[in-house]
């Protein structure tokens, strides 16, 4: 076995032990049945979720705002869910007159309504315009969930939800927070359409 070879399957090995480790953590499980439950409320009262994030994180939150508007793993109409990263134009205008610090609260004033949900998307728990974009959805009266790791940080410390991935570079705990998501938005679409009959 060469050494492209040892990194390839320690890399398979790090992967799986972090998946086992998400079975093995029961915290896990009540954070994202709460979380779930978050968004069935807001959904079936007509309210929105909004998805924040930097980065690898904004794919994340583009990636799971589409699962509900479009849709994860069942037919059912389409759910209110976007993501705050994806008009550059807004982006570029709000960081240029504002700083990039405000990207996202900005639009949090102007999109957010009470019982609405905002997502705020960051490994480290501390990046300035997730937390000023919780903050501004809490003056709204939204729900504030946030996906963060590392401890938490300021994030956890906001939010009415915080699922908090594990320590580590920022990679694995996106690999965790795309898992959980998707459970999330697994578990939204069964309540949705089993107990609402939505579909």
């Not at 953590?25 to 924040?52: D, F, M, N």
């Not at 849709?71 to 994806?86: K, M, N």
């Not at 996202?104 to 609405?116: C, I, K, L, T, Y």
């Not at 410390?157 to 965790?176: F, K, M, R, T």
Request: charged letters at 20%; a negative charge; aromatic letters at 6%.
């Amino acid at each position: 076995m060469n050494a492209t070879d040892v990194k390839g399957r320690r890399g398979f090995e790090i992967l799986i032990a972090e998946r086992q480790g998400l079975l093995d953590a029961p915290h896990y499980r009540g954070e994202v049945e709460r979380i779930a439950a978050a968004l069935v409320k807001a959904l079936r009262a007509g309210k929105k979720v909004l998805w924040c994030g930097n980065g690898g994180s904004a794919a994340e939150a583009q990636h799971m705002a589409a699962e509900l508007s479009g849709r994860f793993l069942r037919e059912r109409p389409g759910l209110y869910s976007e993501a705050l990263s994806v008009n550059t134009s807004t982006l570029t205008c709000i960081g240029n007159d504002y700083g990039y610090d405000h990207i996202f609260s900005r639009q949090v004033e102007a999109f957010a309504q009470p019982g609405d949900v905002v997502i705020g998307m960051t490994t480290s728990g501390t990046s300035r315009n997730i937390v000023l974009a919780l903050e501004a959805a809490k003056k709204k009266g939204a729900v504030t969930i946030a996906f963060t790791g590392n401890g938490g940080g300021t994030v956890a410390q906001i939010a009415d939800y915080s699922l908090n991935g594990p320590d580590g570079y920022a990679a694995l705990v996106q690999e965790v927070h795309q898992v959980m998501a998707h459970i999330v938005c697994d578990l939204v679409e069964q309540t949705l359409i089993f107990e609402d009959g939505i579909a």
